[in-house]
Every structure is written in C-alpha cells, then in structure tokens.
C-alpha cells in the first residue's frame, strides 16, 4: 500500500485515471496507487506521495522478471550474454520507450512548472513505467504484473538477443566476407517449427558455395544472428556455438 500521505483520488482525477487504465489494459482496485504511480514529485503534496518509491520497488520486480524469463528462455547462453540482454531490456531508454509508446505522458501528474516543458523528460517517462510495474504488483498480484511486463518487454527481448543491438555478427561476417571473399553472405531458411504465435526457424549462412552449421531462433533476426555467429566459428576452426540437428 502506497503512505497514507498518498490522497485519495478525486472525481477530478477520474477521466485521466481512466484513460491511463485503458493505455495500460489493467483496470486497479485501488486507485490511489494508481495515482500515486503517476505523481511526480513537483505534483506531490511531499515526496512520499510522489512514485519515487513505487519506482524503487518497480525497477526490482522489473529486474526479477526479466532475469527469471531470459533464464529459462535461452538455456544455452552464457551468463555474460543474458547479463547484456538483461542490462539493454531494463535500461532507463527502454523503460522511456515503452511510456511513449503507452502515451503515459499525457497521464503524468506533474506541478505547473514542469507542464510548461514542452516535451516530458524521458527521465520521467522512465520513472513512471517502472513505477507502474509496482503498482500494477500490489494492487493484483503476481501474476497480473508479469503479465504486464511480458506484453511490453518481450518485444524488447527479441530485439536485443536478435542482435539488432549489442554483438551485430551479421554485420562481423558481412565485413569478412567481403574482405577475404569479395562477395556478401545470404542466410538460407531451412526449416520452421511451432505454432503460428510462437514459431521457431531454422537458418544457415552461406558465403559463395559453402553453407556453414545452421542455427534455430525463436524469431528469424535471432536465427540469422546465431547462423551468423556458427559461420564465423567455423572460418576461425572453433567449434560452432550454437548446434543444430543434421542438415
């Protein structure tokens, strides 16, 4: 439960709590933590009614989440890889983000001098969403939380390990390809599995006449990624990382 600093909400709160439940698809028992959650500081009658502290418990639970779900989702990465992941999908620009995308700004309750910045701080838009995470915890639970984190941070996830930030061996293969080959790589897909939302594929990387150990990912930027990865293993004689059934 937020301090009992935290005022109840009044009915002229009423249409920007409601709409910030529909932005979120959760609808709170208790409003007042939903008020509190989105209470900056300049717009709190003193800083225990701001989100300062649902963000302290919000960036945990965030923490907790992601870590339990990279575990179990990629066994076969090492504990620096899931740590990198793990630091880009929790960062403060990711959490900024994903408020943008909500639209949280238009339900932030701020003081008159910060409503006149014209654009909201992604410091805060980091602060909010973390602090959502947290209120979104007490008020349902578990189970409601994760659900909430997962619909936003999944998308994240796939993109990190999908190499479209951090370790780009695409673009590495793509550079030694050209340099000792003159030529580009083409990634073939050889296989595909699962149903439709959840579909895993089956990739391999070819430089001219030589197609190099496949890699399966659960989207085909990973796939790619690993396939990438496997073909730079065996051009430097190191045994492939990521092992895939016989081609």
Request: aromatic share 6%; glycine share 8%.
């Amino acid at each position: 439960m937020p301090h009992e600093s935290v005022p109840e909400p009044g009915p002229e709160l009423q249409p920007l709590l409601e709409d910030c439940e529909r932005r979120l698809g959760y609808t709170f028992e208790n409003k007042t933590l939903l008020r509190a959650a989105l209470t900056h500081a300049s717009g709190a009658v003193c800083r225990l009614a701001s989100n300062e502290r649902l963000e302290f418990l919000g960036d945990s639970i965030l923490g907790f989440i992601v870590c339990e779900l990279l575990y179990h989702q990629y066994p076969d990465y090492l504990e620096g890889d899931l740590t990198k992941i793990k630091s880009i999908v929790v960062s403060r620009q990711t959490c900024a983000r994903i408020s943008e995308k909500l639209g949280l700004e238009e339900c932030l309750i701020m003081g008159k001098g910060m409503t006149t910045h014209p654009t909201v701080p992604s410091s805060l838009l980091a602060d909010v969403f973390e602090s959502l995470v947290a209120a979104i915890y007490l008020d349902g639970g578990e189970g409601a939380c994760r659900d909430f984190v997962l619909e936003h941070i999944e998308p994240e996830i796939e993109s990190a390990a999908g190499g479209e930030v951090g370790n780009n061996y695409k673009s590495l293969l793509q550079q030694l390809a050209q340099r000792e080959y003159g030529t580009t790589p083409t990634y073939q897909l050889l296989d595909e599995k699962g149903p439709d939302h959840s579909k895993c594929f089956k990739i391999s990387a070819r430089i001219g006449g030589n197609r190099y150990q496949s890699a399966w990912g659960r989207n085909k930027k990973e796939a790619e990624q690993r396939a990438a990865r496997n073909a730079l293993s065996e051009l430097n004689n190191e045994t492939p990382p990521h092992p895939s059934d016989s081609d």
